[in-house]
């Protein structure tokens, strides 16, 4: 309990108030910290003395012989949780020392409580994340699915979004990580009762109770007033049973990247809105369409015409309207339509034409992917 890393902590904390030495013992009367690092790892006799009787020791000149590895000074018990389990000691004249003994007591009990309150949060967040891990991975289901959330007083009847939190910031991996660590930090102070979340590589996610909130209305405030513009947020669709939590995480991490696609500057992204697209993922996870497309008749268009590639892009995006799509682009209706038959001929695909337009569009997003292979 205590550690080498508290018993300096206390030393430190107190040395910053009182002009003295102070020594940490452990249970075995080992000085575990102290102002003299000279003195660290031997035995104090004195220390021995007080686990056996729980009582202060006043140590003087004359006693320095009774105890081995022992100075002048007072020594009080460490008491946490009804036990003495260490020794603080400050070295000095009795009668100079002594006024402070229950001071660095207090000082050294009140440290112990906050690393063990601090510990025991951050024992209770790691089965939090292992939980929430195992959730979404359907690595617990049924019976113990129901046991764990009961041993962790989660309420799985409550209806459920899985969001999921990503920084579009190009980092190297560890540096991602840090951001998804500071949001974490961002959002907990917002989350409610029975909200989950858990930090999983470079992504941050949220299983949200949506009993008595608005999601919308929650996701447009911390993107708003809370979270930085690179941060880019995905949600599943409502899960309303335990085992739809998992198609609900997965769904959201189709969007967030199906969303890493487009070219808009929206930062809130639900499945809803990307439905075709994550359909579309399950088609460039094969390497053979993705080989295929890129070598078709729409490969010179794709990868050697950036100006037409755009322009079809931003065509869809502004659902086939001609103004709105030129407005986009700061051209010329006429413009536009020349690129748009210009895309035609290179293609064979008529971006006017809804079934032809369905074509490209799926095109654009398979040749834009990568794909897996196995």
Known sequence: ???????????????????????????????????????????????????????KLTISEQDNHVWQGVKPGVNMPIHFHGETIGTVGITGAPEEVTPFGQL???????????????????????????????????????????????????????????????????????????????????????????????VFHDQVIIIKDCTHSDVTLTLSHWQRNILPASVHIAAGNQATEPREVPISFYQAGRTLSASSDECNEDTIHYYQDYMIDALLQYTTEDERCYRYFSLSELNHLLKDQPVLKKTLREFIAHNGFIGDTAAALFIHRNTLQYRLNKITEETGKDPRNLQDLLYLYAALKISSAKPRTT
Do not use: C
């Open 1 to 55: 309990m205590l550690s080498h890393e508290t018993a300096q902590a206390i030393v430190t904390r107190t040395m910053e108030i009182l002009p003295y030495n102070i020594n940490v013992m452990d249970e075995r009367g080992i000085i575990i910290g102290s102002g003299d690092p000279n003195r660290i790892g031997s035995l104090h006799g004195g220390a021995q003395q007080i686990q056996r009787v729980a009582d």
């Open 104 to 198: 660095v007591k207090m000082t050294a009990e009140m440290i112990l409580e906050q690393t063990y309150l601090i510990e025991q949060i951050q024992f209770d967040e790691r089965i939090q994340r292992e939980f929430v891990f195992q959730w979404i991975n359907e690595e617990l289901t049924g019976n113990a699915l129901k046991e764990k959330a009961e041993s962790l007083a989660v309420d799985l009847h409550r209806p459920r979004r899985v969001l999921l939190l990503e920084s579009q910031t190009p980092l190297d991996p560890a540096s991602k990580r840090q951001d998804a660590n500071r949001i974490e930090k961002m959002l907990k102070p917002q989350l409610q009762a029975h909200d989950l979340i858990a």
